[in-house]
């Protein structure tokens, strides 16, 4: 059975022209108000988790287009279903660290892989629900009208007690990636200056190595909100976010809304403890003037939840001789490709290879996660070398053929790419390139 629901919500530059809208912890339409509402940062989370697996990356709420929206390098954080630059790692200006430099330019064509895709499904979190446009019977976007003019109506199974879809509007949305070596690189870029880029940004930034962009976006979530009393169930609510709003856009408009994005992040023993945060820097809705959209300042509760961040605290947590962990999203796609379903981020773990770094006198442990593992799958991790003022790298064995620059195919999610699959971040396309790090050693 199907069931349909009120559509409860528009995106901040749409409320001009809808009925309903959705701020804060206030519903604004002719039906009874439920008694408690979500937070903008449940919602915003609840979405990106929802659409973790099937974009294979973590999809923005409210996407920007460039330079804000997020390119290959850019350093920021996620607030409240946006992505607010900070800086960029390949190029030098005033809110670069002082005492931190850049990283060399990936060149196009060599450093980046770009693939351009055929636009022709939504991407869905549950296969037996779906959405509808303009009033049209078909679940396909109808072509060449812009993103501001499309009514959508969901079409959520009973099974599902949450859905989130997105879509890309326009007849092609194009991918990016970083090149493993120069992944590779970023991390190790990472290792080796988390210290500075913590004392300077907090939270920690992420940084991206992966994009997803079109020239428009619609997407939205159905979830109930849950009662006071928690004995029945609530409403359902049905947020939808689209744009740009711009009516002139049409299926030429130029493909510069980053819709998904994948990265690479470090974790530490202070980001295992919550609470942990400053203001954060002037993000792109604050320049605008959108004090409506603005990123509050409870970093307990508007913190952006990730797969990529448990799996790393996961296995920072286990293991205590370990100061901090470097990963990036690669490995989480990764994993959905194989598995078809995202890592449980209560459960699951890297295989890491771990290093002992010199950082000015002080040693430190540092692991790079390169796969992530079931508990089941993982070994104990090596002993610390008996000289730990030798900088010494040393290599997980869960996955033989998952060690930090030694797959047998680039982690690629420009790859070519079959136009009946949505677009997602991580594909293999089996792709060979230079093996830069030091081979492990045989086990006996």
Known sequence: MVRDALLLNVPLFLRASQGACFSGAKFQDAAPRPQKATPHSEVFNKYSRLLEAPCRGHALYEPLASPDGGEIGDAGVVKNGRFHKLFNVYEKNDRFPANISPLSKPLEAVDILQTLNDNTESMRSSTSSSVTYNGSASPQLPQGVPPSQLNV????????????????????????????????????????????????????????????????????????????????KGRKVELITRGPADPKWTEKSALDHTVVIGFATARDRSTLRKGRSA???????????????????????????????????????????????????????????????????STHRCDVILETLDNGGETERVMRATAVV???????????????????????????????????????????????????????????????????????
């Open 153 to 232: 109506k969901f079409n959520v199974n009973d099974a599902d007690s949450e859905f989130a879809f997105l879509a890309c509007t326009g007849p092609h949305y194009v991918t990016r990636s970083l090149h493993e070596l120069k992944l590779q690189e970023l991390e190790r870029w990472i290792t080796t200056n988390h210290r500075e880029l913590r004392r300077a940004f907090t939270p920690f930034p992420v940084f991206i190595t992966e994009t997803v962009k079109a020239s428009g976006w619609v997407g939205g979530i159905s979830y109930e909100e849950t009662r006071a009393s928690g004995a029945e």
């Open 279 to 345: 203001p954060l820097p002037a993000g792109p809705s604050e320049m605008r003037g959108e004090h409506d959209a603005a990123p509050s300042r409870n970093p307990e509760k508007d913190e952006y939840e990730s797969t990529l961040n448990a799996v790393l605290d996961n296995t920072l947590e286990a293991e205590s001789d370990a100061d901090v962990i470097v990963g990036s999203w690669s490995i989480v796609s990764k994993y959905i490709a194989e598995n078809g379903k995202c890592p449980d981020r």
């Open 374 to 444: 079931s508990p089941d799958d993982r070994p104990p991790l090596p002993d610390p070398p008996e000289d730990a003022s030798r900088p010494v790298t040393q290599y997980y064995d869960a996955v033989p053929s998952l060690h930090f620059g030694e797959e047998e195919g680039v982690r690629d999610s420009m790859g070519t790419v079959d136009s009946s699959i949505p677009p997602v971040l991580g594909g293999d396309d089996g792709g060979q390139f230079m093996t830069v790090a030091t081979s492990p050693p045989s086990r006996h």
